[in-house]
């Protein structure tokens, strides 16, 4: 079956040290979506791509990078720059704009 | 520029009993809306979706969700709640602004008693 595989399910980060979240998805998508999610709260967007080699930043960039070198890979680079990570991290992919997005299981991301 | 109201942050009903999740939304295009459902640990799983057909849209697991315009309105019903519809609910929008993300509202958990 079609769909987006995220991992890890759980990551700790340690002070001072970059972690990558890993998104990849088998369902030919183009567009390709990164958010983050806190306690009562919807998701907020960190980055998107909607291209192969192209992304934009999206509300809450700061402190994050990420990638689009395949189609199917989308990965979310959590830096040291980024002082609150704590959250929990979803990605998602779309065909069009107009159309619902498809989302992955998530990561949970912690600090030591 | 868009933005979504969820009304109730917490709803609690019996099972057997009809469920609305409220939702207003504004924008400035004709949007489309969604509504997604959200287990804890989990991804979001889409519920319904509007995209200019018929007001009235039908979704999974017996939801339903009426748009009206003139109320800027899009919540989310369903006649009679089961124990495994207890879960986050989203209400979303999606307007071409240039950037074609989705804007979420802040979520509705929904309580369902025995």
């Known amino acids: 079956d079609g769909g987006i595989t995220q991992s890890p399910k759980y990551l700790f980060r340690k002070e001072g040290q970059n972690v990558t979240l890993s998104c990849e998805q088998n369902l030919n998508h183009d567009a390709m979506y990164w958010y983050r999610q806190d306690p009562g709260q919807g998701l907020r967007l960190i980055y998107y791509?909607?291209?192969?080699?192209?992304?934009q930043k999206g509300d809450i960039a700061e402190g994050y990078s990420v990638s689009r070198e395949k189609k199917e890979s989308f990965p979310l680079t959590v830096t040291s720059a980024q002082k609150n990570p704590t959250a929990f991290y979803l990605c998602a992919s779309t065909r069009e704009s107009n159309q619902p997005q498809h989302f992955g299981d998530g990561t949970r991301l912690s600090i030591l | 520029a868009q933005s979504v109201t969820q009304l109730d942050s917490h709803v609690s009903v019996s099972e057997g009993t009809p469920v609305l999740l409220r939702c207003n939304y504004s924008?400035?295009?004709?949007?489309?809306l969604f509504w997604y459902v959200q287990h804890p640990n989990k991804g979001l799983q889409l519920l319904l979706k509007?995209?200019?057909?018929?007001?009235l849209v039908k979704g999974i697991n017996g939801f339903e969700a009426e748009f009206k315009k003139s109320e800027t309105s899009f919540h989310l019903t369903k006649p009679s709640a089961h124990m495994s519809d207890a879960a986050e609910y989203f209400c979303v929008v999606s307007a071409y602004t240039g950037r074609r993300a989705l804007t979420f509202g802040s979520g509705t958990r929904l309580q369902v008693q025995p």
């Open positions: 924008s400035s295009y004709s949007p489309s």
């Open positions: 791509s909607q291209i192969v080699n192209d992304f």
């Open positions: 509007y995209t200019s057909a018929a007001t």
